[in-house]
């Protein structure tokens, strides 16, 4: 069934989507990744596209993607200010990536998120992505020190997809 709200919010976002290769928002970027470290690990090799209101030069979200095959594209990063989230403003993120990606001739999307991060699984399912794997220990691995999120430890990285459907 269709969500009429969520279409109507959608419908009338009327973003500015730029890619940078300067002066990353970091303030931003941190809001979906740990540190700085761990964002420069991935920063460099993709394209950084910010999200802007009209009349503003403020970035209110950013995404990251990184290439991983010919076929398919990561999102390493997305994130919306805390002031705008709930607003729509991240499913209009993922309209313009699938647009970018799907121009560009990717045939998916893939995403990963911690196993406990039940708001941004449901964020990925409800804008057409699947779970398909789990990458067990993921953040005790890569990270020296434990990170926690709503009180619980990062263990594991859930991994989502989307196919891209050719148009025309």
């Given at each position: 069934?269709?969500?009429?709200?969520?279409?109507?919010?959608?419908?009338?976002?009327?973003?500015?989507?730029?890619?940078?290769?300067?002066?990353?928002?970091?303030?931003?970027?941190?809001?979906?990744?740990?540190?700085?470290?761990?964002?420069?690990?991935?920063?460099?090799?993709?394209?950084?596209?910010?999200?802007?209101?009209?009349?503003?030069?403020?970035?209110?979200?950013?995404?990251?993607?990184?290439?991983?095959?010919?076929?398919?594209?990561?999102?390493?990063?997305?994130?919306i200010?805390?002031?705008?989230?709930?607003?729509?403003?991240?499913?209009?993120?993922?309209?313009?990536?699938?647009?970018?990606?799907?121009?560009?001739?990717?045939?998916?999307?893939?995403?990963?998120?911690?196993?406990?991060g039940?708001?941004?699984i449901?964020?990925?399912?409800?804008?057409?992505?699947?779970?398909?794997?789990?990458?067990?220990?993921?953040?005790?691995?890569?990270?020296?020190?434990?990170?926690?999120?709503?009180?619980?430890?990062?263990?594991?990285?859930?991994?989502?997809?989307?196919?891209?459907?050719?148009?025309?």
């Open positions: 069934m269709l969500n009429l709200k969520t279409f109507i919010i959608k419908k009338y976002i009327n973003l500015t989507i730029k890619q940078i290769t300067t002066d990353y928002p970091y303030d931003l970027l941190l809001l979906a990744d740990e540190t700085i470290e761990g964002i420069n690990k991935y920063l460099f090799d993709s394209e950084v596209y910010v999200a802007e209101l009209p009349d503003t030069e403020q970035p209110i979200g950013v995404f990251c993607l990184y290439q991983i095959d010919a076929d398919t594209i990561e999102i390493m990063n997305i994130a200010a805390e002031n705008r989230q709930g607003k729509g403003i991240g499913s209009s993120l993922i309209d313009n990536i699938i647009k970018i990606v799907g121009e560009a001739g990717y045939k998916q999307i893939i995403v990963g998120t911690a196993d406990c039940i708001k941004q449901r964020f990925y399912e409800k804008n057409g992505f699947v779970q398909y794997n789990i990458k067990k220990n993921y953040f005790t691995d890569i990270y020296d020190t434990p990170i926690y999120e709503n009180g619980v430890q990062l263990k594991d990285m859930v991994m989502l997809k989307r196919k891209i459907m050719k148009t025309g």
